[in-house]
């Protein structure tokens, strides 16, 4: 079934019976009856489709899998590969009300350890997981037209919209409209490696000076030194202005700036704030950036959420989980995006072993149609999630901004105490220059402590003679 290619549905091959279709109740239809009839080879006999192989799609199929066993799922996923792999900050809270099987328990253990994890890795211990389980994961296959999916599986009585940020599944049955869509921030990332062990200055005084030099607030990560590569990969998150950060969109993850070859395209106050950071760190903190492995990218933190989790029809009920169904910045997605999954898992478990539900059904603006008791249960509990979520991400994001004025305000007061002086702010702007004199100072700095070591055991010898 897998593939060197993306494939389309049609392309996929049937090979079992499909289910007796049920009568639609009269709901308006999700699925147009008009589709094309498809052929393939695959297991059409399943109780769930989730779209999307991402973390959340896999964690939520496992999720159900161990709690109900018999449960038909099926995963498509777009590439062959998990494509990120960027370090994923965890809160063991998340994983609170998490199915208990072998394997989770490992994963589990590691972040509550680490309390970090690279998102690749996450995924390949859940792909492991769902293999174990018994759960098809098809790939690579692009899903780019839902509708289709009913007529390939007819008795799915649940489709799971687990294809991220821009998921298909939110654009063709919840149309895209949003309960809120914010822009909270414009970050510009500097991704290199240095040459040898290199350390944080980010949170030094000499980095909060050369912060009120470039008018920017930096956050920086700095990686785990590799040994046998005798380099450090370093992150540089630069907060800036909208004004700058519309500058540069056209550096994205796919397509970065690299320098030095790009500098002509990079808009040069950016250029010259990034050099004043490099230069400071190459002065102040002794790092040997390794130019050619910069890459520089512009991204927003976004708050959004899907306007509705849930639409039903009467027959199939579709639902939104994951970066699908609401995002926010600072560390926070994923660690929602599983909480989401583990609820859905409880709410699709009751509804496939007919548990009756004792809340009673209330009007939501979170759920379109028809659809289950449990699966109303599930747009709240998102609903309400994403309501807190907002508020939290509002508060941090307020707190960048007073820290950003801060530095900013600070940096334009006669009395500041925390600076640079004329020559150094000189040296942070033309870095070859200012090396010179960096060394040039440094000698004299040496010079001076050689003179008063020899000054003090001349003095002392003089003392002993004295005496
Ligand atoms: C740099 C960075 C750092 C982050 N740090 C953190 C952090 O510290 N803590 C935190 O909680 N969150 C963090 N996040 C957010 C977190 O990574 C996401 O919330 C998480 O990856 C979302 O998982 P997901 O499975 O919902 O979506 P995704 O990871 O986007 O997966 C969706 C999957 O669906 C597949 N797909 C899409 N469309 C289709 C289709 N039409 N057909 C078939 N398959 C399809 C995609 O190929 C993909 O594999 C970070 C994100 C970034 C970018």
Redesign the pocket.
């Known amino acids: 079934m897998v593939s060197d290619m993306t494939s389309d549905l049609d392309n996929v091959n049937v090979t079992s019976s499909m289910f007796a279709s049920k009568e639609p109740k009269p709901v308006q239809p999700l699925f147009p009856e008009n589709n094309e009839e498809m052929t393939g080879e695959i297991n059409t006999e399943v109780d769930i489709v989730v779209?999307?192989?991402?973390?959340?799609?896999?964690?939520t199929a496992v999720q159900i899998k161990i709690r109900r066993p018999t449960t038909r799922i099926i995963v498509?996923?777009?590439?062959e590969e998990?494509?990120?792999s960027?370090?994923?900050?965890?809160e063991p809270s998340?994983f609170e009300e998490a199915a208990e099987h072998q394997l989770l328990q490992k994963l589990k253990s590691d972040i509550i350890q680490d309390k970090?994890m690279r998102?690749n890795d996450l995924e390949n211990v859940l792909v492991s997981l769902a293999n174990e389980l018994g759960i098809p994961i098809l790939?690579p296959?692009?899903?780019?037209n839902?509708l289709q999916l009913r007529q390939q599986f007819p008795n799915a009585k649940v489709l799971i919209g687990?294809?991220?940020?821009?998921?298909?599944?939110r654009d063709t049955f919840f149309k895209n409209e949003f309960r809120y869509q914010d822009n909270l921030q414009y970050l510009v990332?500097i991704k290199y490696e240095a040459e040898g062990p290199t350390k944080q200055y980010a949170n030094t005084v000499g980095g909060y000076k050369t912060m009120k030099v470039m008018e920017v607030l930096v956050t920086e990560v700095v990686g785990r030194y590799k040994e046998e590569e005798n380099k450090t990969p370093v992150t540089l998150r630069l907060v800036v202005k909208k004004e700058l950060y519309d500058k540069c969109t056209d550096a994205t993850?796919k397509n970065p700036y690299r320098m030095p070859q790009d500098n002509e395209r990079v808009d040069p106050e950016l250029l010259q704030k990034i050099r004043i950071w490099l230069n400071a760190k190459k002065l102040f903190s002794n790092e040997k950036v390794i130019e050619e492995s910069i890459k520089i990218t512009a991204?927003k933190l976004d708050a959004y959420a899907s306007k509705a989790f849930v639409a039903g029809d009467g027959v199939t009920t579709v639902v939104l989980?994951?970066?699908?169904a609401f995002?926010v910045p600072f560390?926070?997605?994923?660690?929602?995006?599983l909480l989401s999954g583990t609820r859905l898992s409880l709410e699709v478990v009751a509804y496939l072993n007919n548990d009756t539900s004792p809340s009673e059904m209330r009007l939501s603006d979170s759920v379109i149609g028809s659809v289950p008791p449990q699966f109303a249960n599930y747009a709240r509990y998102v609903k309400r999630l994403s309501k807190t979520e907002r508020v939290v991400a509002s508060v941090k994001s307020s707190g960048l901004d007073v820290a950003n004025w801060y530095t900013d305000t600070s940096a334009k007061v006669p009395w500041q105490v925390a600076k640079w002086n004329e020559d150094e702010i000189n040296a942070l702007y033309s870095g070859e220059l200012a090396q010179e004199e960096y060394e040039y100072k440094s000698s004299l700095k040496k010079m001076s402590s050689t003179m008063s070591d020899s000054f003090t055991t001349s003095w002392s010898s003089n003392k002993k003679k004295l005496k």
């Not at 779209?51 to 964690?59: D, I, N, Q």
């Not at 296959?141 to 780019?144: A, G, L």
């Not at 687990?162 to 599944?169: E, N």
Request: charged share 20%; aromatic share 14%.
């Open positions: 779209v999307g192989g991402g973390p959340v799609g896999l964690w498509f996923e777009k590439y998990y494509r990120r960027h370090v994923v900050i965890f998340s970090k998102t790939k296959v692009n899903i780019s839902p687990a294809d991220g940020a821009r998921s298909i599944i990332e993850f991204t989980v994951g970066d699908a995002g560390f926070r997605s994923m660690n929602n995006g």
